[in-house]
């Protein structure tokens, strides 16, 4: 925009003098602010003025300047800061779905460990029972040498690992009562069941 005197209206393709831009953001022209007692014509402020060329400070000239590609530039930029953040916040997003995701996968793979160890722990305890039993019982039926009379050996071996199963499976049932607080309980008791079963 034409930048014109404030008080005498004079533009500034015609002013014979020298137009003036004020810190109180007035234009006066030279003849105005001599008239004033150098003082904003204006306003009657006494403030600094800054002579309007072309060579003034850049934030006098952008107030003269059209602002509409100034806006659109800032438009540009508010946009591109938008859809930068937005990226940004899409991978931060994506992140945090993974680590849940593996977070879960861990929890359900540490269930399952303990699971498993659980099992394999009554595997090695019923066996080292099973061999107890066999000790045992082989020494009880010894006495008695009628008791065992026609038995042969492996009808006898056959015997005291029914015997070992049957005591793992009674274990397994009172570990397996609705008392059982272990987290494990439920899934052990199955497991122990077909185990037995076999
Ligand atoms: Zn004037
Ligand atoms: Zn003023």
């Given at each position: 925009?034409?930048?014109f005197?404030?008080t ?12 003036y831009?004020t810190?109180c953001?007035h ?15 204006a ?5 600094r003025?800054?002579k ?5 400070p ?6 003269f300047?059209d ?11 508010v946009?591109f ?10 991978h931060?997003?994506?992140l945090l779905?993974?680590?849940?995701k593996?977070t ?22 019923q066996?080292?029972g ?10 009880e039926?010894s ?7 026609g038995?042969?050996?492996?009808q006898f071996?056959?015997?005291s ?27 052990l008791?199955?497991k122990m069941?077909r185990?037995n079963?076999?």
């Amino acid at each position: 925009m034409d930048p014109f005197c404030n008080t005498c209206f004079t533009n500034i393709n015609d002013a014979s003098c020298d137009l003036y831009c004020t810190q109180c953001h007035h234009v006066v022209c030279k003849n105005c602010i001599l008239r004033n007692n150098e003082r904003c014509s204006a306003c009657n402020g006494k403030c600094r003025m800054v002579k309007i060329t072309k060579d003034m400070p850049e934030n006098v000239q952008r107030y003269f300047r059209d602002p509409v590609p100034e806006l659109e530039t800032l438009q540009n930029v508010v946009s591109f800061q938008e859809q930068q953040r937005n990226i940004a916040i899409g991978h931060h997003k994506q992140l945090l779905e993974d680590y849940h995701k593996l977070t879960a996968e861990v929890r359900e793979q540490k269930k399952e460990y303990d699971r498993l160890r659980k099992v394999v722990l009554e595997i090695k305890r019923q066996k080292k029972g099973g061999r107890g039993n066999h000790g045992s019982s082989s020494s009880e039926f010894s006495t008695p040498k009628s008791s065992i009379s026609g038995m042969t050996s492996s009808q006898f071996t056959d015997n005291s690992n029914n015997i070992a199963k049957k005591v793992a499976m009674d274990e397994s049932f009172w570990r397996s009562t609705p008392s059982s607080t272990s987290s494990g309980g439920k899934a052990l008791s199955q497991k122990m069941s077909r185990l037995n079963l076999q």
